[in-house]
């Protein structure tokens, strides 16, 4: 299996956090509670926006998927947790890995995400 880097949520400390968020969630009409919560899940689903909406010159389109993958998996593993299970998320984990599909080159390791499917297994 390929090695991919897997960003930590520090990678976009340089950002104006707040009012970058305020402005995804305007543009994108996002839930402001999910993005704002007091829950740990809350910063994981950050870090899936940042990596949905702004411009990564210093990774790959594949590492920008896998990541997208990893921090939106592991935003619903603990939002299930606390929420139970939640078809429009199960439905935008889908359509994440039909973009993904789409876009990503074709030497892709696809093990990678089975992986990260392992690691999240969602409990509900």
Do not use: P
């Amino acid at each position: 299996m390929k090695n991919y880097k897997l960003i930590d949520k520090s990678f976009f400390g340089y950002l104006d956090r707040k009012g970058t968020l305020e402005k995804l969630i305007n543009e994108y009409s996002y839930n402001k509670d999910l993005v704002f919560s007091d829950n740990n899940w809350s910063e994981d689903f950050q870090v899936y926006l940042f990596l949905t909406h702004l411009e990564h010159k210093n990774l790959s389109i594949n590492e920008v998927y896998i990541n997208r993958y990893y921090w939106f998996k592991k935003f619903y593993y603990d939002y299930s947790k606390i929420n139970g299970y939640d078809t429009g998320i199960e439905q935008q984990i889908g359509i994440l890995l039909d973009d993904m599909a789409n876009d990503v080159s074709n030497n892709f390791d696809w093990e990678i995400i089975e992986k990260i499917d392992n690691q999240f297994k969602t409990e509900v």
